[in-house]
C-alpha cells in the first residue's frame, strides 16, 4: 500500500516501539526513504522520546531523599504495617 | 551476561525476601525495598499535580502508605507497578481535595479530540543531549510536559520517563493497552511539535550554516 504523509505521522508511535505489522512497516519505511518531510518528523520525535527519558529533565528536589527516609524513619520506628 | 530477564527475576527475588523481612518485624529494610523507585514516584506524583511541593508531598504520602499495606501486596504483580498504582490513587486524592479534578477532565475530553500535525523541520538529525546541560532547554521540556492534557502527561511519564513497558503503563493506570498507545502517540506528537520548533531555535545560535535546512515552503 502506498501511504501519504499523514499514514505515516499516525503511525510514527508504534513504528518507533516496533510494534506495526511487517507488511505497515515496509510500506512505512519505504515512505520514509523518499520523504524527507516524514523523516524529519520521525528523527525530531525521536530525539524528543531520547532527551525525555534523560534523568536531567526533570531532577528531584535537593534532599527529596533525605527527607523522606527521615519521615520513614519516624513511622517505621513506631508503626508496624497493618495486618493483610 | 546476565540477560535483562534474569536480572528481573533476581531484582524480584530480592525484593520479595525484603518484604517477607520487614513483614517479619525487619521493618528498616524498608528503606532498601524502596530505595530504588524514589525517583520513579516523584516522577510519577509529578505527572498528576505539576507542582514540585506537592509532588514531594504526594510521594512520601504514597511511600508511607506502601509501607502500612505492604502485606496487602500480591506478589503476582511487580513491586514497582503497585507502588506506581498506590501514588496514582494518591495524587489523584490529593487533586479530589483540590477541587482540581473536574476542571481537568473537560480539558482532556477536548484533547482526544482533533488533529495532530507534527512540526515539520528537517534540521533536528542528531541526538541532542548535550543540549540538556543547558537550564533553559530543561525548563522548556518540564514546562511542555507539564502542558500536556491530564490523561496525556500520565502516559508520556510513566512510558517515555520512567521507562515502563506499555503493558506496565496500562496497569498501573487501569486503562487498557489500546488507549496507552493512543495517548502515548499523541502525547509525543504533541511534545514533537512543541518542543522541535523551539530547540530549533535554541540551537539556531551554535550552529553555523549548513546545519539547519529550512524547507522553502516552511
Not at chain 2, 107 to 127: K, S
Not at chain 2, 172 to 195: E, M, N, T, W
Amino acid at each position: 500500500m502506498v501511504l501519504n504523509c499523514r499514514h505515516v505521522w499516525d503511525r510514527i508511535s508504534d513504528y518507533i516501539e516496533g510494534t506495526l505489522d511487517p507488511q505497515v512497516r515496509a510500506d512505512v519505511e519505504r515512505h520514509l526513504a523518499h520523504c524527507e518531510i516524514c523523516s524529519a518528523v520521525l528523527d525530531s520525535t525521536r530525539n524528543v522520546i531520547i532527551l525525555m527519558a534523560d534523568d536531567r529533565v526533570f531532577e528531584l528536589p535537593v534532599d527529596y531523599s533525605k527527607r523522606l527516609h527521615a519521615r520513614l524513619d519516624l513511622v517505621l520506628a513506631s508503626e508496624s504495617p497493618e495486618p493483610a | 551476561m546476565t540477560t535483562p530477564q534474569a536480572a528481573a527475576g533476581m531484582r524480584q527475588e530480592r525484593e520479595a525476601a525484603l518484604i517477607t523481612a520487614i513483614l517479619a518485624g525487619e521493618r528498616e529494610k524498608f528503606h532498601d525495598l524502596i530505595r530504588p523507585y524514589e525517583r520513579q514516584v516523584y516522577l510519577t506524583a509529578l505527572s498528576l499535580v505539576k507542582n514540585e511541593t506537592e509532588a514531594e508531598d504526594v510521594a512520601q504520602e504514597a511511600i508511607l502508605r506502601a509501607y502500612r499495606k505492604l502485606a496487602s501486596f500480591r506478589g503476582d504483580a511487580k513491586f514497582s507497578t503497585w507502588l506506581i498504582a498506590i501514588t496514582l490513587n494518591e495524587a489523584r486524592s490529593k487533586l479530589r481535595q483540590e477541587k482540581r479534578a473536574s476542571l481537568d477532565s473537560l480539558d482532556n475530553h477536548d484533547a482526544e479530540e482533533g488533529d495532530y500535525t507534527p512540526a515539520v523541520l528537517t534540521d533536528w538529525r542528531e541526538i541532542p543531549s548535550e543540549a540538556l546541560e543547558r537550564e533553559e532547554i530543561r525548563a522548556l521540556m518540564r514546562q511542555a510536559v507539564a502542558d500536556l492534557p491530564d490523561a496525556f502527561r500520565e502516559v508520556v511519564i510513566l512510558r517515555d520517563m520512567e521507562e515502563l513497558s506499555v503493558n506496565e503503563t496500562a496497569e498501573a493506570l487501569g486503562i487498557s493497552i489500546s488507549l496507552v498507545k493512543v495517548r502515548l502517540h499523541r502525547a509525543r506528537l504533541l511534545l514533537q511539535k512543541r518542543l522541535a520548533p523551539l530547540l530549533r531555535i535554541e540551537w539556531k545560535g551554535k550552529a553555523k550554516s549548513g546545519m539547519l535546512r529550512r524547507l522553502p515552503w516552511f
